[in-house]
């Protein structure tokens, strides 16, 4: 089941710390490879040398302890985890991970890391229900988070109720449910590149041309993408949304930044999809002083920027090559003109004139074209749905070139 998967084991203060102890042996029996992380509060419950024998690892618990000279541990257990689970988890460190604190190794860690984190909450019952530790829950579920709920009954406060760690059975369970999960997803092993959002090209220091796109559609598709497997590498213009969980996001601000970040991306991509609203055209020349207002008219003299999609069209191999074909008439006509022009395997055409179907929204509703002549139409819907949509015909379409 484990097939030597490795858990970083985050370990926080509090009487359940004992079940943490059991959990690691556990996990370790199990194949897991296990590395503990803990908390000074957690020290005072259990000693680290107990991990270290039950895990066969060293246990990390000082971000400035750099045992190796070669690397920073707190990043290098970042990038190793393939799952990060904290057990038992305090009111005390959710409150900090939800809102972006990194004051020991537990929670630097945990904002390095795009691995997935599972979080067991154990604390006193009217503590489990304050609304801040439920807010901060709600927040960290949104980011990506899984919670295993904790059990009722006699709590070692003296109190009854909710607030008790899950036994390290149940935990494991959840752990090897994820991995069974994560085997079945159908872009496990794939690195998906997507590009999102505008691009501003520089008039002078306080000026820029740019267009109205969000980054929604996006940032959409770079969330399913990651729930369904993928490594997921995101190119973002300028956008007012959050990182997706899970995702590398690389933020650009031009069309020549772009480019050259998805240059040096595409080989080792997969799949690519071209959801960027790219400026098509930048300034000539870039004023290294505010223009003045005068009283005459201004002209700007404007070049066409490189062709990011038909450039990936010329030098695709084994990519499955996706753009987007934002139009306001004769949407079919140009939708396949692209498909054709730019060597796409499939094209995803929106007419942008149409009501909840623009920029900027939160809905979109799209017609599909694919190269092999497949062709199909969504309702006015989510662009987390229309992502799903588009996900789903990448997987018909993969499918359909490995069966030739």
Not at 37 to 45: G, H, I, P, V
Not at 162 to 184: D, M, T
Not at 215 to 243: C, F
């Amino acid at each position: 089941m484990a097939n030597k998967k490795n858990v970083l084991l985050c370990v926080t203060g509090g009487i359940a710390v004992f079940k943490a102890a059991s959990l690691t042996s556990q996990l370790s029996q199990r194949g897991y490879n296990v590395k503990v992380m803990m908390t000074e509060s957690a020290m005072k419950f259990v000693t680290p040398l107990t991990f270290q024998t039950l895990s066969r690892n060293p246990v990390y618990n000082d971000t400035f302890d750099e045992k190796d000279p070669s690397g920073v541990a707190h990043i290098d257990l970042a990038d190793w985890a393939d799952i990060v689970l904290i057990a038992p988890a305090t009111a005390n460190m959710i409150g900090k991970i939800a809102n972006g604190l990194a004051d020991d190794m537990i929670s630097t860690t945990l904002l390095a890391t795009t691995a997935p984190v599972m979080v067991a909450p154990a604390m006193n019952v009217h503590m489990f229900e304050h609304p801040s530790v439920k807010a901060n829950m709600e927040r960290l579920a949104i980011y990506g988070y899984r919670f295993i709920e904790p059990g009722e009954g006699l709590l070692a406060c003296g109190y009854v109720g909710k607030g008790r760690l899950a036994e390290p059975e149940e935990i494991i369970r959840a752990v090897n449910q994820y991995f069974i999960e994560k085997s079945k997803q159908p872009l496990t092993g794939q690195h998906i590149l997507i590009t999102a959002g505008p691009t501003r090209e520089k008039v002078d220091p306080v000026r820029f041309f740019t267009n109205r796109s969000s980054g929604k559609m996006g940032y959409a598709l770079a969330e399913v993408a990651q729930s369904l497997g993928a490594r997921v590498t995101l190119i973002s213009g300028p956008t007012a949304l959050p990182d997706p969980f899970g995702v590398e996001v690389v933020r650009i601000t031009s069309a020549k930044e772009m480019f050259h970040v998805v240059m040096k991306q595409y080989e080792s991509s997969d799949v690519v999809i071209k959801s960027a609203a790219v400026a098509d055209y930048q300034p000539k020349e870039v004023f290294t002083q505010k223009l003045k207002k005068k009283d005459t008219t201004l002209s700007i003299e404007m070049e066409r920027t490189q062709d990011i999609l038909q450039e990936l069209g010329k030098q695709k191999q084994h990519q499955v090559l996706v753009g987007f074909a934002a139009e306001t008439n004769d949407v079919e006509k140009y939708a396949k003109e692209k498909l054709e022009r730019k060597n796409l395997d499939i094209v995803v055409a929106n007419n942008v004139s149409e009501q909840g179907s623009g920029f900027d929204g939160d809905t979109n509703k799209v017609v599909i074209y694919g190269k092999d002549g497949h062709r199909i139409e969504s309702e006015l819907v989510s662009k987390k749905e229309i992502a799903k949509l588009v996900f789903a015909e990448i997987t018909r379409y993969t499918k359909g070139k490995t069966e030739k």
